[in-house]
């Protein structure tokens, strides 16, 4: 196991995306993103992460200092970042709807699994881009994933997406010998067991029946299911970190979070070596990203 591939794999995939954040398709297709460059919407220079890392490092710095999941603590860490006390880049420059609303809430005074919201038009991929962390806890379970997504998504369809990835996450983790569609169908079918009363399901179909191949059908909007949908697409489309994380950038729209989720997992799948170095090495504070990763993985060598 190795923390860092994951969570470097996102967070590479997030900085690719930051520059080209809302273009659309048909626009990167003339000028592809090919590696790190700065400048775009934000105007950040190269390396710069976004909201997908910073809420991913808050959820492991949360864990990593209370020793456990702490859902009070993890909302306190996410509201230093949403007040700009950094998490831990630059100033913060990019927040979802509906993590801002929960937020709120919990600023507010409600309590912290209360504070996410639960509408059919909450199912944004504000949960998702963070939820990796969980995959390496041993023995995490599907109440716990659900919780986490719910501090700031709460409807069933992000919680099961969320407990989806988990699942995809931990397959790779543990099994290095099977190939990603194998990863994929495993974790499918442990949700559609675990699931099957769920009206919810049925948003899932697309990827339980392997419908994803034609890119013309692929939305890379920041609704969770295009996402997820998405990122399975880069994923079967492509046989390297590089390629995958370019894939799901150059899809246009939401890039930074589908390229973080898709990086996700591609880091854990092809593993770190094969992410670029001068990527890698582009990104300001990576060593004490890196240092975090060696701290989660030892709570969970330790769990
Ligand atoms: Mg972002």
């Keep these: 196991m190795k923390v860092k591939d994951g969570i470097i794999g996102l967070l590479i995939g997030d900085t690719l995306g930051v520059p080209v954040e809302f273009d659309s398709r048909e626009l990167l297709e003339e000028n592809p993103v090919t590696g790190m460059k700065g400048g775009g919407g934000y105007g950040k220079p190269a390396g ?3 909201d997908d890392t910073s809420m991913t490092i808050a959820t492991m710095d949360s864990i990593v200092n209370k020793k456990a999941i702490d859902y009070d603590n993890i909302m306190e860490n996410f509201c230093k970042w949403y007040k700009k006390e950094t998490y831990w880049q630059t100033p ?3 927040i979802g709807i ?3 609303l929960a937020l709120d809430n919990y600023l507010d005074g409600i309590p912290a699994l209360e504070c996410g919201l639960d509408g059919e038009l909450d199912n944004g991929n504000g949960s998702l881009m963070r939820i ?13 994933i659900e919780n986490v997504s719910a501090l700031t998504h709460a409807h069933k369809r992000s919680k099961i997406a969320c407990v989806l990835y988990v699942e995809i996450a931990k397959s790779m983790i543990e099994n290095e010998d099977l190939s ?3 990863h994929i169908k495993l974790a499918c079918d ?3 067991d ?6 919810e399901l049925k948003h899932f179909q697309r990827i339980f029946d392997d419908d994803l191949n034609d890119i013309d059908s692929i939305s890379s909007k920041g609704y969770v299911i295009f996402t997820f949908e998405s990122v399975i697409y880069c994923l079967k489309n492509t046989d390297n970190y590089k390629d995958a994380v370019l894939k799901a950038v150059n899809l246009g729209e939401d890039t930074d979070t589908t390229a973080a989720i898709c990086g996700g997992l591609a880091g854990i799948y092809y593993g770190y070596d094969e992410i670029p170095i001068d990527w890698i090495s582009t990104v300001d504070q990576i ?5 975090l990763c060696e701290k989660f993985e030892a709570f969970c060598d330790e769990s």
């Design 48 to 50: 710069t992460w976004s």
């Design 132 to 144: 990796l962390p969980l995959a390496y806890i041993p023995d995490i379970n599907y109440e716990t």
């Design 194 to 199: 675990y699931y099957a009363d769920s009206e």
């Design 180 to 182: 990603i569609d194998e």
């Design 287 to 291: 060593d004490r990203v890196l240092s």
């Design 190 to 192: 442990k949700i559609k």
């Design 98 to 100: 509906t993590t801002r």
């Design 92 to 94: 913060r420059f990019d």
